[in-house]
């Protein structure tokens, strides 16, 4: 790290401002290191809020991504329960909520997303919630003990995740989805059928094709009911509202940052201002494996964008250029997505999904762009490889062939 950097503060304590602190410390900065938290509790993990911690299996602690005492051993000062309000580009200074104001020569926006909320009547009543925080789990939790039908608005992967686990834990569970299938904007219409029946043969109502126009209540204020576009009334305990996220970018566009559907950041991280670099589920960057830059929503892009900053941070020449991939179980099924699928105008599965175990690879013409695998862990794996090599000389022709096996491929010499 240069010399005059002995300052850095991480606006955003979760999977990716925690990690970005602790790779600091791992590659050697001694400089100050400060992770800032709107929320109280220690950084933790959120894929389990959906699963494990919903169902109860999971504990408050178990979540917790690191002790408290680590972040003492490895000096990084914890401010937490104290949001980031503004940015002082010019005295390069973050003021908290609390009018605590820290100095830093490197800023690092770690500030996520929020969920995108639903812009019908009643979408403030009680027992209405997205899934994004440790509370809002916990609210859910509490919800589902009072046996009342849960409602999910949206079929995408965190309502998809909370139905099944709802629904394993004897739940009568809707999903309702305005699109023609799940999952739309992510996997394959393979996939998407795959997981329909899939949720379905467990018991899940899933209407596909509805649009929710309001939500009703009852005397006290709680929500109780789902009005669809035919005017189809779901009786509904706690509504959970799954329809994407919105990045948290309004501390970026009040300090005149670069901002268009997330931060934007160049290949080293940075925002349009040097002294300010943006990472995880806020960014939006340049991807070798898209057109255009993107934003994604996952564990493993916050893990790595936070590992390739820190890089940078301490001086060495890094770009960010992780094969991206996505994961998500529900109801025994282990999907596992290699690359970034959506613009494929090839597809070619091998396996079969009455077998529960198969692979979806997705193609632009003659290019691979990825690969959706249910229950073949080896499969995504070796897709992963084979797009961090560059060109991995896979064609639709050769998947398709009879007897191909993914294992023994080996790319033939030119």
Partial sequence: ????????????????????????????????????????????????????????????ADLLLRPASFYADQDIELVLGDAAAAIDRDGQCLTLASGRQLRYDRLVLATGARPRPLPVPGAGLDGVLGLNTLTDAATLREGLADGLPLVVVGGGFIGLEAAATARALGQQVTVVEAGPRVMARAVSPTLSDHLTALHRGQGTRIMLGRDVVALHGDAAGRVRSVELDDRTLLPAGPVLVGIGVLPRTGLATA???????????????????????????????????????VRLESVQNATDQARCLAAVLCGEPEQYRAVPWFWTEQHGARVQIAGLTQGSDRRVMTGHPSTGRFSVFCFR???????????RTADHMITRRLLAGG???????????PGFDLKSFQRQPV
């Fill in 255 to 293: 300090a005149g940052l670069a901002v268009g559907d997330g931060i934007l950041v160049d290949r080293q991280l940075r925002t349009s201002d040097p002294a300010i670099h943006a990472i995880g589920d806020c960014a939006r960057f340049p991807s070798p494996f898209a057109r255009r830059q």
């Fill in 391 to 401: 060109d991995p000389g896979l064609s639709p022709e050769t998947v398709a062939a």
């Fill in 365 to 375: 013409g003659e290019q691979l762009l990825g690969a959706e695998s249910v229950n």
């Fill in 1 to 60: 790290m240069a010399a005059a950097t002995r300052q850095v503060v991480i606006a955003g304590a979760g999977q990716a401002g925690a990690t970005a602190a602790a790779e600091l410390r791992a590659r050697g900065f001694t400089g100050s290191v400060t992770l800032v938290g709107a929320e109280e509790p220690l950084p933790y993990q959120r894929p389990p809020l959906s699963k494990g911690y919903l169902a109860g299996g999971t504990g408050t």
